[in-house]
């Protein structure tokens, strides 16, 4: 099962699926593969922290129509800026900056992905 919804191939079977979701979250962060090297978890804990508290907030939901999708900052570092995005790791939701830099409040988190699912 694909979990990211968007008009793109999925990563899990490389199939070709809708956009279905009312509410994406897009994390870009630091740690792991970038670019041609591998860096490690120690330079960024807040990174996995956030992956991680993102997922959970989506596990609490149990929400069909919220996607989470995680990039590669320095892969993606063009498109991070453009969205405002200058310190690793940075959380969207909708596009809308979320969190920089540091690991978010959970409960504002989920408060905030709840009143995106509102609109």
Known sequence: ???IWTAKLCIDNGSKVINLANVHILIYK???????????????????????????????????????????????????????????????????IFSQGVVPDGQKLKKAILDELKK
Not at 65 to 70: C, G, K, Q, T
């Open 1 to 3: 099962m694909c979990r």
């Open 30 to 96: 630091i740690t792991g593969n970038q670019l041609f090297f591998n860096i490690p978890e120690s330079v960024c804990e807040e990174c996995d922290l956030t992956v991680n508290l993102a997922q959970k907030a989506l596990d609490d939901i149990r929400d069909k129509r919220i996607s989470l999708e995680v990039k590669p900052w320095m892969n993606k570092v063009i498109s991070s800026l453009l969205k405002g995005g200058w310190h690793p790791p940075v959380l969207l939701i909708n596009g809308k």
